[in-house]
């Protein structure tokens, strides 16, 4: 049964149970419900009440003398209440991600700064997926040889942020060679990504002069190198990692060591994280809505930070399903507009 044909009195004594047990992790009684006056029913016919929500999903009971817990469905009624126009407040919101500055070109330093304001604030992990060099459109580039088989690629973005990548190459450059591919990129590639960049050029191989072509060539491998070294590099800054282990039960450790060896593994983490960054402001997954074994048992919350013409990243965090949904929603979106504006104003 959809969420909308519950009852408004099902719906009252769904909420209250979902925010007794966000309280206490404890299952929820009748008379807990009674007691807060939700509806004016007895406890008896809450049960009924109760009854009828386990039967469509919302509730379960954990043996048969116990009160009952929400299922991911019924956090899930929960959640949408919240984001469908419910009050959502951060006492500390405003003050927590107003001091956030970026140095030039110090893009990772400010991603660290967010990624611990949300583990802090949330008292649960906190992650930050960084953009990958080789996926950003940008508006002009520079190749320098640093060292034999050592080629720095110096990026600025269309909203003027600097970024830089050291990538190892086994075709050997000298600088003139470098300053033309520059130059030529620069001219006949500005507003797209380097991947991008490397799919065209690959198209005009098969149109060029024998000359031109070993040219490209040569280009070729370079964006190649900068494409596989982005892929290796660690996309994923994670903090505040150990406050989730006083968050689970002791029977529940077994999963937990499962999210804590794709937490150290956080390329393969990376990329599962990545396949949920969208236009939305805030996405919240529950449970099993992820997808994701490793955090069937947790609650995701997040968000992406970028300008107003691209993505760069996703952020948020990750914790138990019995967090403060009404405070880690606002966090986590208050978090990203703020990264989104200071990477957009850094040189202005």
Not at 20 to 45: F, M, N, Q
Not at 320 to 326: A, G, L, S
């Amino acid at each position: 049964m959809k969420t909308r044909e519950l009852r408004d009195k099902d719906r009252a004594v769904l909420a209250a149970a979902v925010e007794l047990y966000l309280k206490s992790g404890a299952p929820v009684s009748s008379g807990a419900i009674h007691e807060k006056r939700v509806v004016k029913d007895s406890p008896a016919t809450i049960r009924n009440i109760f009854t009828r929500l386990e039967e469509r999903g919302y509730l379960t009971q954990p043996h048969a003398s116990a009160g009952r817990i929400p299922t991911d469905r019924g956090f899930r009624f929960y959640v949408n209440n919240l984001l469908n126009g419910v009050p959502l407040t951060f006492d500390r919101i405003n003050q927590v991600a107003q001091d956030f500055s970026i140095r030039k070109g110090d893009l990772p330093g400010l991603l660290h700064q967010a990624s611990r304001v949300l583990s802090e604030q949330s008292d649960s992990l906190g992650f930050v997926i960084q953009p990958r060099i080789s996926r950003i459109r940008f508006h002009h580039i520079r190749f320098i040889q640093i060292a034999p088989g050592k080629v720095m690629i110096i990026l600025m973005t269309p909203f003027q942020l600097v970024l830089t990548e050291i990538v190892p190459t086994e075709t050997t450059f000298d600088q003139s060679e470098l300053d033309r591919a520059s130059q030529y990129i620069n001219a006949n590639f500005s507003g797209r990504t380097l991947s991008q960049t490397r799919d065209r050029i690959l198209e005009e191989l098969g149109k060029s002069t024998s000359k031109f072509e070993q040219a490209l060539s040569r280009l070729i491998n370079l964006l190649r190198a900068s494409i596989q070294q982005d892929d290796l590099d660690d996309p994923i800054i994670v903090q505040g990692a150990s406050k989730l282990i006083g968050k689970f039960e002791k029977g529940d450790l077994s999963r937990l060591k499962s999210l804590f060896q794709n937490i150290e593994e956080r390329a393969g983490l990376a990329r599962l994280l990545s396949e949920f960054i969208a236009l939305d402001r805030v996405k919240v997954l529950i449970g099993s809505e992820s997808n994701l074994p490793a955090i069937s048992d947790c609650a995701l919350v997040l968000s992406h930070y970028g300008d107003r013409t691209q993505v760069l990243g996703s952020l948020g965090i990750i914790g138990p399903k019995r967090i403060p949904y009404n405070k880690i929603i606002p966090l986590v979106d208050n978090v990203a507009q703020k990264i989104s504006q200071t990477i957009c104003r850094s040189n202005s």
